[in-house]
């Protein structure tokens, strides 16, 4: 059953993904990706899961949809994944130029 319930989890983010290349909005689909990457890795999402009586997907599955779903998925010609990664890295950088100036104010207050 377990099984089954995997592929049709494959079959709907699949159809999810075909759908997302339609997209001529580049930062919609950006979120949809990034939204499936996190239920497909987060801790919180399988509790989320479970806590629904549902099945979450399995690592193996995960690692598919990832491979052949995610990882081909364009927006405008571009993959997916590279705007992802970029996004991802753009917000961890400015995070890095607010923690000090958050750390000379704190003490201050």
């Known amino acids: 059953m377990k099984s089954l319930q995997n592929l049709l989890d ?3 983010r699949s159809e ?3 759908e997302t290349t339609r997209f001529g909005n580049c930062s919609v ?3 949809l990706t990034r939204y499936i990457e996190w ?3 987060s801790p919180q999402a399988d509790v989320d899961v479970e ?5 979450p997907v399995s690592d193996n599955i ?3 949809i990832r491979r052949s779903v995610l990882e081909r998925m364009t927006c405008d010609g571009q993959p997916l ?3 992802v990664r970029r996004q991802k890295h753009d917000e961890a950088e400015s995070l890095k130029t607010w923690k000090l100036p958050v750390q000379i104010v704190t003490p201050v207050v």
């Open 10 to 12: 494959v079959f709907v």
């Open 16 to 18: 999810i993904a075909a």
């Open 29 to 31: 689909a950006i979120e």
């Open 39 to 41: 239920f497909l890795l």
């Open 51 to 55: 806590y629904h009586l549902k099945v």
């Open 62 to 64: 995960a690692a598919v």
């Open 81 to 83: 994944m590279d705007l």
